[in-house]
């Protein structure tokens, strides 16, 4: 069974920076999609980003060009590197991947594996 601790969110102004990270226990072959989504209240859980395990990255529209995610397969730490924040970019932050497939879908549905979430708040 795979878990995964997440870190690094806080409250920040407009435009301040944060970095996640997400460290697992347990297996996940590296060839496993792993990502990133957000819930903000009220709202539907969305995928922020994805790096699929043959190195295929995808990001939501809303954060190209402000979010960078990463990973490093050895130990199974995922990163989300946050600059420029908005205050639409407040919400609870959660890792999670896929046990069997490197595509990153965008249905919440399709992954195995989550973590417990870190809340990142931005305030104008």
């Known amino acids: 069974q795979v878990q995964f601790m997440e870190s690094g969110g806080g409250s920040v102004q407009t435009g301040g920076s944060l970095r996640l990270s997400c460290a697992a226990s347990g297996y996940i072959s590296s060839t496993s999609c792993m990502a990133w989504f957000r819930q903000a209240p009220g709202k539907e859980r969305e995928r922020v980003a994805g790096?699929?395990?043959?190195?295929?990255?995808v990001y939501a529209d809303s954060v190209k060009g402000r979010f960078t995610i990463s990973r490093y397969s050895a130990n199974y730490t995922l990163w989300l590197q946050m600059y420029s924040l908005r205050p639409e970019d407040t919400a609870m932050y959660y890792c999670?991947?896929?046990?069997?497939?490197?595509?990153?879908?965008?249905?919440?549905?399709?992954?195995?594996?989550w973590g417990q979430g870190t809340q990142v708040t931005v305030s104008s």
């Open positions: 999670a991947a896929r046990s069997r497939s490197w595509v990153c879908s965008a249905s919440r549905g399709d992954f195995d594996y």
């Open positions: 790096i699929e395990g043959y190195g295929g990255i």
